[in-house]
Structures are given as structure tokens and as C-alpha cells.
């Protein structure tokens, strides 16, 4: 089945202490997002790609970043997480025409801080 | 700002009743609007989807209605079965690809 497959599940970093977190679809969107998720929340956009152009979020932090090396894989780098940054973080896909689609999430990355 | 926002952040239902979940928006542009249940560990799953020029939709056990005099959007599940507690987000778009998410309201089935 085609889908959006995040990896690890579940990441525990030292503060401080850069980390990826990874995603990669088999849909062949050329719409990748990422979100940062925290508990009861609504999911937070902090940028996606449209192909290989880059949108960034105007309040999403410098300490995020992310590359997109071809139209499957997209990496979320955090330089120097702080304990704020704990939270779940979702990838998601979409296909951009000339009418709005639905987007498709993977099952996210559950980011802990030591 | 414009938002998308819920009633109620918590409801609970028993087995075998009719769920309603509520959503408001604010932007009269917004002509897509989504349904999405989270389960607890898992990534929002998409459930139905409704376009400015319908006011009803159904699937199978939901219904989405689509009211835009008062900018009111909600989903229906018939039949609420313990498999459907979940967060319930709404999420709009108009003249964008990016979705705007509401606050989510938590449902709750009790057997």
C-alpha cells in the first residue's frame, strides 16, 4: 500500500544534542510537510516543500531545518533541541493540482528530551 | 486572525448512539474543508472531505454537513462503535494547499 512511513517511531535525545527525525512516501506527492504535534494539541505547521522549494513557517524556530534530497525522502534536523522541543512530530504528503487535496500523515516521530 | 475552532473539546457517547462533532471557521473564502480522527500514538487519518458547492456528504457510518450561511461544518458518525475514540480535528483551506487545523475535540465511547 502506498503510504507515509516516519522513522524512528520514537527518538530520546540529550538536550542539546542535534537529531533527524525521517520520513519517506511511496504516493509520489510533491507536497511534504512537517508538523510538530504536542499533547491535546492541533498539529503545527513549520514547513513543507512544494517539490524542491522550500516554505518555512514565520514562528517555526532557526534551531529547525529540513532537506528534501528527492521527491520520496524529507529529514527534519533539530540543531540543539531544548526540553520545548518534546512533542510528536508528524510528516505528511499531498499532491498539489489544480484542486485542494486531502493530505496524508504518517504515524510520527515521538521526540523525547533527556 | 482567521481560525477554525470546535465547540466542544470532550465528548462522550455511548456504544451504539449518533455522535455529532462541531466545527466553526471563520474564513468565508475556504472551499475544501476535511475530517481527520487521531488515534492516541498514530497520525491524523483522513475520514471525509466536503467541497463549497455541496452542503452533505456520506461515507460509511459518517456524514459531513456543510453549512455556509453560518460558516458551520460537522461530522456525523451513526452507530458510534468503542473504535472510534479518537480526536476529531476539522481542517479548512481556501485559495491554499496548506490546511488550517481546529483545536480537535476528543470523543469518548463508553460500552
Known amino acids: 500500500d502506498a503510504m507515509v512511513i516516519q522513522n524512528p517511531r520514537y527518538q530520546v535525545t540529550q538536550f542539546g544534542k542535534p537529531v533527524t527525525l525521517s520520513c519517506s512516501q511511496t504516493?509520489?506527492?510533491?507536497?511534504m510537510y512537517w508538523y510538530q504535534q504536542k499533547s491535546s494539541q492541533a498539529p503545527k505547521l513549520l514547513f513543507h516543500y512544494y517539490d524542491k522549494d522550500f516554505n518555512n513557517e514565520a514562528d517555526t524556530p532557526d534551531n529547525f531545518q529540513s532537506r528534501r534530497p528527492n521527491t520520496s525522502f524529507c529529514f527534519l534536523d533539530i540543531r540543539s533541541p531544548g526540553l520545548g522541543d518534546a512533542a510528536m512530530y508528524l510528516c505528511a504528503t499531498s499532491i498539489r493540482t489544480g484542486i485542494a487535496q486531502p493530505q496524508h500523515f504518517g504515524d510520527g516521530t515521538r521526540l523525547s528530551i533527556l | 486572525g482567521e481560525s477554525v475552532g470546535l465547540h466542544l473539546p470532550t465528548l462522550s457517547v455511548q456504544e451504539g448512539d449518533n455522535s455529532i462533532i462541531n466545527c466553526a471557521y471563520s474564513n468565508s473564502a475556504s472551499d475544501y474543508f476535511i475530517w481527520y480522527k487521531q488515534e492516541s500514538g498514530k497520525g491524523p487519518q483522513f475520514i471525509i472531505d466536503i467541497r463549497s458547492n455541496m452542503d452533505k456528504r456520506q461515507g460509511q457510518r459518517v456524514t459531513v454537513l456543510l453549512n455556509k450561511t453560518v460558516k458551520h461544518l460537522s461530522l456525523q458518525i451513526a452507530a458510534t462503535q468503542p473504535g472510534d475514540s479518537a480526536v476529531y480535528f476539522c481542517?479548512?483551506?481556501?485559495?491554499?494547499?496548506?490546511?488550517?487545523f481546529g483545536r480537535g475535540t476528543s470523543l469518548i465511547v463508553h460500552p
Open positions: 504516493l509520489n506527492h510533491n507536497v
Open positions: 481542517a479548512e483551506l481556501g485559495g491554499s494547499y496548506i490546511p488550517t
